[in-house]
């Protein structure tokens, strides 16, 4: 029979049914489980067997490096010595397995103390070895006779380490028999109120839902004894036009949703800005006032005077990054002058470019004439081309290539509009991303801010100009920047 043609009683019915049977074969898995869990913490008691083999093997290291000791004071035999280093790397490495695999503060102040009484028998002893090398056979012999209660001492804690390590056994098959016993018996009490809960659940469906569900479609449609089929139906018409309703009302409060987000984000920087202003510019402000008295005080060569002038200048440069990022939720004013956009462009060159050589690649610019001088904020714009050509750097690889192409073109009104493109010989932006890059905090990268380009966006947009990326993944990526070209008196 198709499932729609069930009543919705008998659904309902089919439903609880399923709902038991398989709360049942769950719990029935679930004691299964218990086995399982058993037999998975029993393989965990081998963590102790692990940790009594390794003060066995102590012990055992130890007894035999004595061995070593006592045979080259019998021959001489220098290569008992290199087989005592041997052993005593291998106790040491015991001694870092037994460390990590003691579980009580007991086991760990054991450890402590034959690691520290070790430490004092192997240097008493390389003294002993020294003795009998340089021929001091007696100072050798009875200091070699004042070491076995320390070797003896040792051996003690090693026993004592391994008497531990069997009680923490008997202990971890005990606790785990428990549990599992325990478990047992809570699934099978759970398997019982199961399905006392699943009785109770059909009879409060059966009163408090099936039978108010016919009395509403009845009501819904103003007739009496209604089909299964009829209840559905008359439902089904009357929460249509609900479900019309909330779906205007969850397209606006997406909306809302959206641009409360957006609010937040923003309100989120506008802090985060003044605590990183806050912190970098005290000592950005010392550091100014240090090279304005060392450029007092030194006598620079032309180079000198040059790299010294390009420092102080990216001085300035950070504090206006810090000043941008703080202001990012209210974006700064305009500091508008007459300026030439291809002098800001070899700025921006001149400024990156030992970042392009750091990655190995090759900037180059094309312009057949200079731009025209146009109304700018000089500073915010050779922000937004760094930005630009600072993610081209990051995108090329090592023998890639990054383009700056100047034009003058005419828009559709008869304008002139300056067009900066910067290329690159990366891999490119893909197309399901393009339409997303310029959004505030989105980023591809690991520790990326995704503030970058949505400044540089903001920037564009603040002169009255656009920019857009034509780009496809695998074809590198190019920002198309276009700016009014309005000509001031006189230029």
Known sequence: MPWKKISLRTRIYLMITSLVLVT????????????????????????????????????????????????????GNEAWLEDLARHRRTFQDQMEKARFLANTKEERLIMADIESLYIRYVSSMDRVIDYYKSGKRDLGRHLHETLRPL?????????????????????????AYREAARLRFLAAGAVLLVIVLGALLLFLLIHHILEPVRRLASETTGREGLSPMDEVSALSHGVHGLKEQYDRTAMELERSRAQLLHTEKLALVARLGAGTAHSIRNPLTSVKMRLFSLSRSLDLNAEQQEDFDVISQEIGHIDNIVQNFLEFARPPKLKLQPVSLSDIVDQAA?????????????????????????????????????????NACEAVEPGGRI????????????????????????????????????????????????????????????HGGTIEAESGDGKGACFVIKLPAWKTQGA
Request: glycine letters at 8%.
């Open 24 to 75: 049942v074969a769950g719990g029935l898995v679930m004691v299964w489980y218990t086995y399982r869990i058993e037999q998975l913490t029993t393989t965990l008691i081998g963590r102790h067997f692990l940790a009594f083999e390794a003060a066995s093997n102590l012990a055992f290291d130890l007894a035999t490096q004595k061995g070593f000791v006592s045979y080259y004071f019998i021959d």
């Open 151 to 175: 070797f003896f001492k040792i051996l003690d804690l090693c026993s004592e380490l391994k008497s531990f390590q069997k009680k923490g056994i008997e202990r971890a098959r005990t606790k």
């Open 350 to 390: 001149l400024l990156m470019g030992h970042r392009v050589e750091a990655c190995h690649a090759q900037l180059v610019i094309i312009r057949q004439e200079s731009l025209p001088v146009i109304h700018a904020d000089p500073e915010q714009v050779k922000e937004a081309l760094v930005n630009i050509l600072n």
């Open 403 to 462: 383009e700056i192409k100047e034009q003058l073109e005419i828009d559709q009104g008869g304008r002139a509009v300056a067009v900066i493109r910067i290329s690159d010989t990366g891999p490119g932006i893909p197309d399901e991303i393009k339409d997303k890059i310029f959004e505030p905090f989105f980023t591809t990268k690991e520790k990326g801010s995704g503030l970058g380009l949505s400044i540089v966006a903001r920037i564009i947009e603040q």
